[in-house]
């Protein structure tokens, strides 16, 4: 009989679905004929509208005012009574219910942390699968992943597994695998060659936040001669007045691709947002990161992870960005070599396939 695998996700972060997809895909690798997998977004189908309205306005306010957005998450962090607050989303349950009794999931994947409270709020003590936490946020780990009563916790690393800890989780429910990137990551094991001239310094730019100064941004990296790719997603008014940025330097401006795995294993750098599957992409590539936007809350514990292990930098302005570009490549690219010692440490590109292999022996 198959293994029927639940996966529930949801659209408040791109974290989430990278997650909720890196386990679907392992799955489909490691076990297509033992798994029967469906992938769900239930804030989606449960309010429609509503939850595209309150998700586009969570999204402008961690990126446009992200100091409020983490006034907001240090009180969700000190809330104790999640089981109660999941009472109130009767729509979300009217969903999951007949989800739950039509596919009857042996365990239930939970990529954001709203679902194992809903969960046992229609099963209660009744619940036969299990439940699967994956934890897409590093060191600062809200409570809001895990008071709940999941069977396990999946950190993204040691350093989130000891905060697991520390705030009194049971360590036979704490699973280190890594973060579930794509498992094309897994793919890639040859080393990029050290960047020797210019025209082999190849940086990745990844536009995602902070987007009024990324013109200029483009601008001074062109002037150093990089080898530049600049990813722009699907906000497809920025290429004007990122060409226009380039100035005739040869610059390559990629709109929404699902080559990032590639893209970043061929990079030696990559500038972008401390988000948490950004962050542990690179980490999975072994390319060393600038980061160049902090959302308050769940991004500065992804932020730190770079910076105390010392994988990167933390560059808030064009400016400190291009310094930070100089500063890895001079002396021989002395600090780019050290940045990649480090990040290498902390790489698991196989988490994905390891994770899905927990999964079935569940």
Sequence with gaps: MKKRILILTAGFGEGHNSAARGVRDALARVAPDQTEVELRDLFAEAYGPVNELVRRSYLALVNSAPRAWGVVYRWLDRKTDYDKEFRRFTRLKDHFAPLLDRFRPDVVVCSFPGYPNALQEILGSDRQCKCVVVITDSITVNAAWYRSSADYFLA??????????????????????????????ADFTKDRQLP???????????????????????????????????????????????????????????????????????????????????????????????INHVVAGQEEGNARLIVETNSGAIALSPREVVAQVKRAFADGAKQWREWVANISKLSRPRAALDTAEFLISL
């Design 156 to 185: 993204p690393n040691e350093q989130s597994a000891a905060v697991l800890q520390r705030v009194g989780v049971a360590l036979e429910k704490i699973k280190i695998f890594g973060f579930p990137v794509n498992p094309k990551f």
């Design 196 to 290: 020797s001239g210019n025209s082999k310094r190849r940086v990745l730019y990844m536009i995602h936040a902070a987007t009024r100064g990324a013109p200029e941004l483009v601008r001074l990296l062109a002037d150093l001669g990089l080898d530049l790719t600049v990813t722009i997603g699907r906000a497809a008014k920025l290429r004007r007045a990122i060409e226009a940025a380039t100035d005739g330097h040869p610059t390559k401006i990629v709109g929404w691709t699902d080559e990032l795995p590639h893209m970043l294993h061929e990079s030696h750098l990559l500038i972008g947002k401390a988000g948490g599957a950004t962050v542990q992409e690179t980490i999975a590539a072994r390319c060393p990161m600038i």
